[in-house]
């Protein structure tokens, strides 16, 4: 038998409905890095820009280097940055790393194919293109050098410099809040460990995040702090008050708002869920995530729905992360989520003594593995979705 609440799957379609990627901006390519690409950026200079040699040598026609050994005068050197000239058919240039090829040239002999006196022996032939890095070779001039939808870190801001871009479209980091709830956190009796953990997981997946908390379990003191929260980020996440007990102020704040939905998901933990818009005073419609207060539900919660909201605002392309079970696990009647450590064969154990809300087992955790329902043995080597927990598990599941 299945939970009848609503599925997994369910309100992860129901976040992500109607949500676009934040309008692209146009930055310089030194302030670019971590940021997405909003449009394709085609090459406007070549990679590599001219024909040049990829060892120290000589410059030569292969027709006249054909039988070996053979002596060629030499007629000139060249070095990189040096302006090109043609090459004197019968002779060897001296030429390095980096050097524009003579044109005539087809052929860079290395210096340890060679006596490197003048006149230079030839030992060894080769054949015509033989150490020489042709211009285009890489990226052609006019062809697309990049997509729209990448994140550009250290190798794609070294190949746009190199097609020549100087600045480039990308989507705005999604700015996010969290906005932790709860007398007992205002108070000072329970540590807010929710706004750390979920700033450092928003971060994590790209965003700009603030915290908003805590606030009180009072209307006015909610709204008060929702409104800002709203009117300067593009994504609120709120936690705790969302239940069944008498001071549930987010539930209490928003549940009349025909935008919003609350209810239960088939999940544990985090089975109390709600999500809905915002209106910020520019007029932006500004998506709003309530998830459960208890700290395991909210970031497996944040994990499971916020993330893949993020991408969608960055306009990144999400796909639920997969890994094969290292041992059986016994499904339930909703999807459970279990803290779980990665192999070395990229394969995820759950963590024994799993005690439902433990932040102990959690921080000992790589992953979180969410078993869907089927109330039946998963056996071993079936592959289950992952949630990656930041930063041990990020290179064993990302990549
Ligand atoms: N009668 C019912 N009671 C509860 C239900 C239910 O369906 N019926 N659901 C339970 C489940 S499951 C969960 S999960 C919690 C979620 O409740 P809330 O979202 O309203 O969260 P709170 O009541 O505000 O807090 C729950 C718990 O977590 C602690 N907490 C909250 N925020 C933080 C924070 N930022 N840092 C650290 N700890 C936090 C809070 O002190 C409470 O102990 O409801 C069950 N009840
Ligand atoms: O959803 Mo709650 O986290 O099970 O206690």
């Excluded at 935008?259 to 544990?268: C, H, S, V």
């Amino acid at each position: 038998m299945t939970d009848p609440a609503c599925a997994v799957d369910e309100h992860r379609a129901r976040l992500l409905e109607g949500v676009t990627a934040l309008d692209p901006e146009v930055v310089p390519l030194a302030e670019a890095l971590g940021r997405v690409l909003a449009a394709d950026v085609a090459a406007t200079l070549s990679v590599p820009p001219f024909d040049h040699a990829a060892m120290d040598g000589f410059a030569v026609r292969a027709a006249d280097v054909a039988s070996v050994p053979v002596a060629l005068p030499v007629s000139g050197a060249v070095a990189a940055g040096d302006p090109v000239t043609p090459l004197v058919p019968g002779t060897a240039v001296r030429i390095m790393t980096g050097a524009p090829v003579p044109p005539g040239a087809d052929l860079v002999v290395p210096f340890e194919w060679t006596t490197g006196t003048d006149p230079v022996e030839i030992v060894q032939r080769a054949d015509a293109g033989r150490h020489i890095r042709f211009e285009g070779e890489d990226v052609r001039a006019g062809e697309a050098a990049l997509a729209a939808g990448v994140r550009l870190g250290p190798a794609q801001l070294g190949l746009l410099t190199s097609v020549g871009a100087t600045a480039v479209a990308v989507r705005p980091r999604p700015r996010l809040a969290v906005l932790s709830t709860g007398a007992e956190l205002v108070a000072g009796h329970v540590p807010d460990s929710n706004s750390p953990t979920l700033l450092a997981a928003g971060r994590a997946a790209g965003a700009d995040a603030a915290a908003f908390g805590p606030a009180p379990d009072d209307l006015a003191g909610f709204r008060a702090l929702l409104a800002a929260a709203v009117d300067t980020t593009d994504l609120v996440v709120t936690t705790g008050g969302i239940s069944a007990g008498d001071h549930d102020v987010v539930k209490a704040a928003l549940r009349d708002d025909p935008g919003f939905w609350f209810g239960p998901i088939a999940m544990k933990p985090g089975r109390p869920q709600g999500c809905g818009v915002v209106d910020s005073s520019d007029g932006r419609r500004v998506p709003v995530v309530t998830l459960p207060g208890t700290p395991i539900a909210a970031y497996a919660s944040f994990l499971l729905y916020v993330v893949p909201l993020l991408h969608a605002l960055a306009g990144t392309p999400w796909r639920p992360v997969t890994a094969p079970l290292a041992a059986p696990v016994t499904a339930g009647d909703r999807t459970v989520l279990l803290p779980g450590v990665v192999d070395e064969a990229g394969a995820i154990r759950p963590l024994p003594g799993h005690a439902g809300h433990s932040q102990r087992l959690l921080a000992a955790a790589d992953a979180l593995l969410v078993v869907p329902p089927s109330g039946r043995l998963v056996p071993e080597g079936t592959p289950v979705e992952v949630l990656a927990l930041h930063p041990r598990s990020q290179e064993g599941l990302d990549g």
